[in-house]
C-alpha cells in the first residue's frame, strides 16, 4: 500500500484536516498535501511519525509474496459491477442481494453503501459473507422510519453499542439491509460522502463508499469478520492506484 493512502486514511480516521495534522506533526501543511497527492514519498520514519501525530501507530508484517489476490483483483475489474457479483455470489444469494440494492436505491433518505457488499461492487474478490446491504444514513432515525414498512427489524443486540451501532433488517420480499451508526474510524455520511461514487447496479442507483473509505473502515473495525476484508481492499486499493 502506498503511504499517501496510509496517510490520508489515517488523517480520515482521526478527523483531521491536513492543517490540523500539519500543527500535530510540526510539519507544514503543503508537506502533508505533497506526501497524500504522492507527489512525495516520506522516509518510514517520517511516514511513522506523521501517523502517530494522527493517534495511531503505524503497523508493519513481513508475509510471503502472493499475488494470487492483485490477479483475482484484476480480473474482477474487468467486469462490471453485476458480473462481479454474480461471479462471487450463488444464484439465489444474488436475487436477495438485488432486492436489498434496490430497497437501498428506493429510500428518500440518503444512503451510501459500505461494507463486504460494496467491496465486492468496488472490485474485491473477497466473497461478500451474507449478502446484506450495509449502509450509512444521512438521517437514522427517518431510513430506520422507510425500512419498517418494507421489512421487520432483526433482534440484534449490535443496535444498543456506544461505537458501531447496526440496525439489520429482513425484507419481506428476501434480503437484508443493516443501518449503521457511530462508526469507528468514520465520521459516519458527512464524511464518506466526500469520496462517495454514484453508480448503478442492476439498474438501482447507489452512492458507494471508495475503495479506501472501506479500507479505512474495515481497518477500524472492532468486529474481526470485518477486518478479514482488509487484505482484499489493499489488494484493489493497489491495483487501482497502478491503473490510473
Not at 518510514?44 to 494522527?54: C, D, G, M, P, T
Not at 460494496?118 to 437514522?140: F, H, M
Request: glycine share 8%.
Amino acid at each position: 500500500m502506498r503511504s499517501s493512502d496510509l496517510i490520508r486514511m489515517a488523517r480520515d480516521r482521526a478527523g483531521l484536516t491536513q492543517e490540523q495534522l500539519a500543527a500535530r506533526s510540526g510539519r507544514p501543511r503543503s508537506t502533508i498535501a505533497r506526501w497524500e497527492s504522492g507527489v512525495r514519498e516520506p522516509s518510514l520514519h517520517h511516514l511513522s511519525e506523521v501517523i502517530r501525530a494522527a493517534g495511531l501507530d503505524l503497523s508493519i508484517d513481513l508475509a510471503n509474496q502472493d499475488d494470487s489476490l492483485a490477479e483475482n483483483v484484476r480480473d474482477q475489474l474487468q467486469l462490471i459491477r453485476e458480473e462481479r457479483l454474480r461471479r462471487l455470489l450463488p444464484p439465489a444469494e444474488l436475487g436477495e442481494v438485488e432486492h436489498a440494492l434496490a430497497t437501498v436505491a428506493g429510500l428518500r433518505t440518503p444512503a451510501i453503501l459500505i461494507g463486504p457488499l460494496a467491496a465486492a461492487l468496488q472490485g474485491s474478490p473477497q466473497r461478500p459473507r451474507d449478502g446484506a446491504a450495509e449502509i450509512v444514513t444521512s438521517d437514522r432515525e427517518r431510513a430506520l422510519g422507510e425500512l419498517a414498512v418494507v421489512g421487520r427489524p432483526s433482534d440484534d443486540e449490535e443496535r444498543f453499542a456506544d461505537h458501531d451501532r447496526r440496525w439489520r433488517w429482513e425484507l419481506s420480499g428476501g434480503g437484508a439491509v443493516i443501518v449503521a451508526d457511530r462508526i469507528s474510524g468514520s465520521g459516519d455520511f458527512p464524511d464518506l460522502r466526500r469520496d462517495a461514487e454514484r453508480v448503478d447496479v442492476f439498474g438501482a442507483p447507489l452512492m458507494l463508499a471508495s475503495p479506501r473509505d472501506l479500507l479505512r473502515l474495515a481497518d477500524a473495525s472492532p468486529r474481526s469478520a470485518d477486518r478479514a476484508y482488509r487484505a482484499g481492499l489493499r489488494a484493489l486499493l493497489e491495483s487501482t492506484r497502478v491503473s490510473v
